[in-house]
């Protein structure tokens, strides 16, 4: 036989259906992470507006552009909408789910059902939130929600309802996907590839689904207990009756402090890619940045504290927190010189992609070097609650985690579409991007010096905040135009783009062995893998082609894809992996007619749509396939 | 007081009046001028990669895959974790033990004299301990005194914040947090709610007037005593007013039978500079339009529109602008 017919017969094997249903039911990463690319992207415009209007509203002191009401349901969902519906979607929903399966060598997700059942919840999820804006009772108490603002007492009304349940709504979402991470990862890659010649990227996709997994339940918990507070007379914050208002804000940044680089180590993941790409070269120092990417969200679930400086905690608590924010900051500077030094002793290309991971570096340092200055606990006592923490996070936030999901967009483009990008407009909508966000954030440090507080939705005039409040808007506008370029640049490119090849920058890891975009089924043949620069190792191509002419590890006798052991990744065993299917679809449908009854308070509902998804999880169980007895 | 046209007011953290103050913003400018200098080292070796652009590898030999991987090591450990260690290490000593105690709260009876902050949606009420003297967003205290301030809150978190004087400090429910307020200079220092509490936290300002001690002690005196009758037919037609009408359950004057306390006690009302957070100056024509339409200046504030006639409205301000 030859290739073409091996080739065939996995086509027919992997093929999803058409249509519509084919959407609805697939069970394909990449049709998954491309439709969380387009959600998160939606999410992404609606938060974005939301910050237009915020800084539209303190363009000048005194304006009534929005009423406080408005403002404070704006500035909450800006909050809300860009952590929980966009940062972590894109980077582990999208990219993590569209790539990581074609790092690995893998033909899909470990548990594809559970993925797809992750979307779902996760799109079911921003409906409600979304829901609560157009129906007027938009969450309001900012994304932290501190007690007892947001209790039944100061807050009557469904907004923090929608927030709660929202939020638990989202978690279960992103539990599911990082779950499902950690088992592709130690399972599913391809027979060889140990540890040690795993990518950086998914090393970084590791720490942060251990992350999620671990700091989610608090945050959930804390929701669930502000939900019964509200709603079933509990006291868990009512410090009346011998709750604790404090208790919410731990609970709360047990889970905000980790979430930070949650947040921006799928980020290091991107970037840790596209550097070997553009500069010829392996990162430097590969097991100390590997490491620096675990221990950086380790060291994280030890600083939550540090938001907390101005609550009157003990002494000895405070400098505790103060002296792990200052740990933390090592495997980051691990990294940043691991880079600028594969930029110096490599033969760098200042294509689009590296020019915003450029962008990055400056940004994140930036950030990063405010955030050293939080450890001196007297200066962050004096600026917390200002615009100089709000331009620290977006530096981090917006350096940090967004420039290298903007540059991983380019470099992927590719390989997701089959076709290049437009240079030019590319690094000119860097540039503007650059410039944009440079202006909207810097003013910002010294706006919060000067004393302006956060959350306001405006400010006198004669304190002098005027002028770095327009610079900012100003530059909010240029990032916009900026974005909107990219955007449009990618749309064009994608109907005019010049067709990309398999391999257009030459790039490191798997994904680029095979065709843009990727066949249904990924690898014709399992890939052998000698480090973690795979696609370098041209003896290791070669082998592959001679395997699949002959048929060794082409797989393609029904829906089969290899188990390897954890760490050293010898092959265990083959399985057979799950078809499309409509539960899990169903399964999000069921769970999200729970959470609307939970909001309206019709308890009996509720037991008649859980005993809903006990049906959809049967139906999902039924379906199950069969160990075929050898 | 002319300086104070408008409702400004210092609220910078680099123009400090005290020595917890000057040492934060000192510290500041230390670590800032260390953080230039690394975002420069940063940009530095990006820019250089830059003007090496497309050329080969710095410090390798072309058939090695890993050109320059030994240097390269060197640096990454040596700037990225020896150096980083000995900064935060000597930044960690200096704002945590050297600094730290300059702004923690005072030890118990150090100070002179306590005074206690009461954050309300949406103003602050401020008592003077062991005195009747209560007042609104406007703090009074004498130079070169050491102050125990205790912040609490009547409703949600506050935060209590004037950051010419000393850092912030949270006013949380159940909880009573001090801090040590002290000033160099007699003046008038700005200061603002810093934590998230509701529609109007953008208009809980605060003022916090620093007098020489005598001066200090003669507004004391007057702050404390009950509020003075009126004189004038007009002003007792509007406490008359005052006193039947709904303003008296929500506000409290002393020496009348108002004890409302929802609003900010009035009892001096006339003696203060600002109204309504140090939104507005306390002028006949503001205060009147303030009672009139007080959802215009603060939206979403308590005070309902009680569509008062002309005659009620002015016999009532002229009654609020005695009381001095």
Redesign the interface.
């Known amino acids: 036989m030859t290739t073409a017919v091996y080739e065939e017969r996995l086509e027919r094997m992997w093929r999803s259906r058409p249509g519509f249903l084919g959407w609805a039911m697939t069970t394909d990463h990449k049709r998954i992470g491309l439709l969380y690319f387009w959600t998160t992207l939606v999410l992404f415009a609606a938060g974005g507006a939301e910050a237009l209007i915020i800084r539209t509203q303190l363009a000048q002191p005194n304006q009534h552009v929005v ?3 408005t403002y ?1 349901e704006l500035f909450t969902l800006h909050g809300v909408t860009m952590i929980f519906f966009f940062i972590i979607p894109m980077t582990t929903g999208a990219f993590g789910n569209y790539l990581l399966p074609l790092m690995i060598g893998a033909r899909d997700m470990a548990f594809p059902r559970m993925n797809a059942l992750s979307y779902w919840v996760f799109l079911a999820s921003g409906i409600f939130v979304y829901t609560s804006l157009f129906i007027g009772q938009a969450p309001n ?2 994304w932290f929600d ?1 007690v ?2 947001a209790s039944a007492k ?1 807050d009557p009304g469904h907004a923090i309802d929608f927030y709660c349940l929202g939020i638990i709504f989202n978690g279960i979402a992103s539990s599911l996907t990082a779950a499902n991470f950690i088992v592709t990862i130690l399972k599913l890659r391809a027979p060889g590839m140990s540890f040690n010649r795993m990518p950086l990227f998914c090393f970084a996709f590791l720490a942060a689904s251990w992350g999620l997994l671990f700091a989610l339940p608090s945050l959930t918990a804390d929701a669930i207990f502000l939900f019964l507070d509200r709603n079933v007379g509990t006291h868990f914050f009512d ?1 009346a009756k011998g709750g ?3 208790l919410w804000q731990h609970l709360f940044w047990i889970f905000g402090h980790p979430e930070v680089y949650i947040l921006i180590v799928p980020a290091f993941g991107i970037a840790t890619e596209i550097i070997p790409a553009f ?1 010829q ?2 990162v ?2 590969f097991p ?1 940045v590997a490491v620096a990417e675990l221990l950086v969200v380790f060291i994280g679930f030890g600083v939550w504290a540090h938001h907390m400086f ?3 905690m003990p ?1 000895v608590t ?2 505790f927190f ?2 792990a924010t ?2 933390v ?2 495997p980051s ?6 880079w ?11 294509k689009t992609p590296l020019l915003f991971i ?1 962008g990055f ?2 940004m994140f ?2 950030g990063g ?2 955030g ?2 939080f ?5 962050d ?6 615009y100089f923490v709000i331009a620290h996070f977006h530096y981090i936030i917006f350096g940090a985690a967004v420039f290298p999901i903007f540059g991983g967009m380019y470099f992927w483009f590719p390989k997701v579409t089959g076709r290049l990008y437009f240079e030019l407009p590319g690094q000119i909508s860097f540039w503007i991007i650059f410039v944009g966000t440079n202006l909207l954030f810097f003013p910002m440090h010294i706006v919060g ?3 302006m ?12 905040w005027g002028s770095y409040n327009l610079a900012e808007t100003i530059g909010s506008y240029i990032t916009t135009v900026g974005i909107v370029v990219l955007l449009v640049n990618l749309v064009v490119s994608y109907f005019r783009g010049p067709p990309a090849g398999a391999d257009p920058w030459h790039g490191a890891t798997l994904e680029w062995t095979i065709s843009s975009p990727p066949p249904e089924y990924n690898f014709a043949v399992i890939p052998k893998v000698s480090s973690a620069y795979a696609n370098w190792d041209y003896a290791d191509r070669e082998e592959d082609r001679r395997k699949l002419a002959e048929g060794i590890m082409v797989l393609e006798q029904g829906h089969e894809q290899p188990v390897s052991a954890p760490v050293d990744g010898w092959l265990a065993e083959i399985v057979e992996m799950p078809h499309d299917s409509p539960w899990p679809i169903l399964l999000a449908l069921a769970m999200s007619i729970v959470f609307v009854l939970l909001l309206l308070h019709l308890w009996t509902g509720v037991c008649f749509a859980l005993a809903g998804i006990v049906l959809a999880l049967l139906g999902w169980h039924g379906e199950e396939p069969q160990e075929s007895e050898a | 007081m002319l300086a104070l ?4 007011g210092e ?4 123009n400090p009046h005290s020595h ?2 000057t ?2 913003a000192n ?2 400018w230390v ?1 800032t001028a260390v ?1 230039v200098g ?2 420069a080292l ?2 530095g ?2 820019v ?3 003007v ?9 030999d072309p058939d090695d ?5 030994r240097p ?2 060197f ?3 040596g ?3 020896v ?3 000995v ?3 000597a ?2 000593i ?3 033990w050297a ?2 105690n ?4 005072p030890a118990a009876s150090s100070t002179a004299m306590t005074v206690d902050a009461i954050g309300h ?1 949406w103003y602050w009420e401020f008592r003077y301990p062991g005195t009747k003297a209560v007042t609104a967003d406007e703090l009074h205290i004498p130079v070169d005194t050491r102050v125990n301030l205790v912040a609490t809150t009547a ?3 506050h ?1 209590f ?1 004037v ?1 010419a004087l000393n ?4 006013a ?4 009573q ?2 801090i040590l307020l002290y000033a160099n200079e007699p003046g008038v220092y ?1 200061g ?11 208009h809980m ?1 605060m003022l916090v007037f620093v007098q020489p001690r005598a001066q200090f002690r003669a507004w004391l005196r007057q702050q404390a005593a009950p509020a003075a009758a009126p004189t004038t037919a007009l002003a007792r037609r509007g406490r008359q007013v005052f006193l039947s009408g709904p303003c008296s359950s929500c506000h409290a004057i002393r020496g009348t039978t108002a004890r409302g306390y929802v609003g900010p006690d009035l009892t001096h009302l006339a003696s203060r500079t600002t109204l309504a957070g ?2 507005i100056p306390d002028s006949r024509s503001y205060l009147s339009r303030w009672i009139v339409d007080s959802q215009h200046f603060k ?2 504030n308590e005070m309902p529109d009680f569509r008062l006639t002309g005659s009620q409205l002015s016999s009532l301000v002229a009654y609020l602008e005695s009381l001095k």
């Open positions: 009423g406080p009401a404070d108490a900012g501190y007892p603002l100061y410090v604790s208002t404090l500069t070269r392996r430097v120092a100390l101005a609550t009157g002494t405070v400098i103060a002296a200052g740990i900051v090592i500077t691990i990294q940043v010189f691991a600028c030094m594969t930029f110096i002793t490599g033969r760098a290309r200042f450029a570096i400056f340092v930036a070097l405010t050293i200055m450890l001196a606990v007297p200066f006592q004096q600026v917390t609650d200002t010096l000067e004393g507080p956060r959350r306001n939705y405006t400010y006198s005039s004669g304190l002098g | 046209a408008g409702c400004g609220q910078d953290t680099l917890a103050s040492d934060i510290l500041f670590m953080a690394g975002l940063i940009t070796l990006l250089f990669a830059w090496r652009r497309g050329r080969r590898g710095f410090g390798g895959p890993h050109p320059g991987e390269a090591w640096v990454v450990v700037m990225g974790v150096f980083p260690l900064v935060i290490v930044l960690f200096a704002g945590n600094i730290i300059v702004t923690q709260a949606q409703d949600v978190i935060s914040w950051p850092r912030k400090v949270d949380i429910p159940g909880r947090n001090r700005r603002q709610c810093a934590e998230f509490c509701g529609l109007q936290h953008a300002g140090v939104t939206p979403g």
